[in-house]
Each structure stands twice: as C-alpha cells, then as structure tokens.
C-alpha cells in the first residue's frame, strides 16, 4: 500500500484520501489486482476510524470481504481489536459479513469465541445475524466448541441462550467437531461443570459419542472429571448405577 493511503487510513483523514484519488484515480483499484492484502479499509478497521472505514466502503464495497495475508476480513479487525462500534457499523451495512471465512475458515463470531466479549459485542452481533452462530471452522468447530476450549464462559452463555430460542438450537449444541466431540466432550474436558448443566438444559445429547467411542460421561471418568461425573450422573437420573460411577476420594 502506498504509505501516503496508510496514513491517511491510520489517521482517518478523508480529505487526504481524496486528494490521493485526484492525484491518482486508481490508487483504490490496484488493491483488486493483489489476492491478499491489507486494504486502507482493513487499515482503518484496524485503528477504529470509522468515518473512513464507512467512505471507503462505500468507493469499494469488494474491501470489505477481501482478506489480507494474515487471513483477515476488516470485520476480523475490528473484533480482534475491540472496535465494537466499527463492527456493528458493518453488519448494518452488510450483515452477511459475519459469514466471511478467514483463516482456518474462521467467521469474525470464531473470533469473539477466542477472545471473549468484554465490550458486549455479543448479543447485538447476534441480533443482527443470528444464523451466524450455525457457522463451523475447517476442523468443524462452532463457535461454542472454540468459547469452551478459551473457557469464555460469558460467550458460552450468550450462545447458549440464543440457541436455546431456535428450531437448530439443538442440532448446533450438538454439532461433532473433526475429532466427533460435541460442546459437551469439551466442557467436560475442560472441567466446566457450570457449562455442562447449561448444556443439558439446552438438550445436548449425552448419549453422542466421539471417533473414540467415548460419551461426555466416559470422558470424565478416563480423566476422573469429578465434576463434571457428579453432574452427568445427575443427568442420567435413577439408571446412574448403570454407569459405574463410582467417585474416588
């Protein structure tokens, strides 16, 4: 990128890029010659500079689902740096960019998974583009296997009350990831047990099993999960006994 267009995106001076469209009409075009590159628009989403972001948007609307070397849409920038209002101002414009895959297929929502949602970006994400949250990575994780592998407990809780409101509710908690793990394989894991009983209130099936066989409760007991035993057992009601689950002290 010329740097006269990156800073002009870092300070967010529109003036400035207008005086380098009248110097250069194409200066924005070149950008769709290159596959992968840091666009002034992933600039500005980067720094936070909505006003530019927004101009730029709307000279080239392409930008906004070009991804960089890293991978990266400007909505994947934004999230990433906690620019709440630079990414809501996104999705009103355009709400399927939620859906733009980055790298290892992840959704700027994978993002907000790994991080966590300090900012509350969360629930307004959702309202704007609730379908986002049936979306998978390339090692067929939703979103609620990668905020339970971060043990984001605050996303975890979000994405389950949403689900807990929809037709799909039950088929994305219990989505198997590449390894055949559900939501519940891994808060089990994890050793969340606060987790597992939202989970189970949302009818995750506790009789799924992974490539290795296992169920959540097998789990648990292989990595004696105190826990995470004491709740499932809860769960299976009077037939625990079936299950030998037999707590060390």
């Not at 606060?194 to 506790?206: H, V």
Request: proline share 3%; glycine share 6%.
């Amino acid at each position: 990128m010329d740097q006269s267009l990156r800073t002009a995106a870092r300070a967010g001076d529109i003036s400035d890029l207008y005086s380098l469209i009248h110097r250069d009409g194409n200066v924005l075009r070149r950008f769709d010659k290159v596959e992968f590159v840091d666009t002034p628009l992933h600039t500005a989403a980067e720094e936070g500079c909505i006003a530019f972001a927004i101009e730029v948007m709307s000279l080239k609307a392409s930008f906004a689902r070009k991804l960089n070397r890293q991978g990266l849409s400007p909505l994947h920038l934004a999230v990433k740096n906690g620019h709440k209002e630079m990414a809501l101002r996104f999705l009103e414009i355009d709400k399927d960019l939620a859906h733009v895959r980055g790298k290892n297929s992840e959704t700027p929502l994978h993002f907000i998974s790994e991080v966590g949602n300090p900012n509350g970006l969360l629930d307004r994400f959702l309202e704007i583009c609730p379908e986002c949250i049936r979306d998978v990575t390339i090692k067929n994780r939703t979103a609620l296997h990668i905020a339970l592998e971060n043990n984001r407990l605050d996303v975890c809780r979000v994405l389950i009350r949403k689900l807990t409101k929809k037709e799909y509710g039950r088929e994305v908690v219990n989505q198997k990831d590449e390894d055949g793990n559900t939501a519940l394989h891994i808060a089990v894991i994890h050793n969340q047990p606060e987790m597992l009983k939202l989970l189970l209130n949302c009818k995750a099936d506790k009789h799924a099993t992974n490539q290795a066989g296992s169920t959540a409760l097998d789990v648990a007991l292989q990595h004696n999960k105190i826990e995470s035993i004491i709740v499932l057992c809860g769960s299976f009601g009077p037939v625990v006994s079936n299950f030998n689950c037999k707590l060390e002290k």
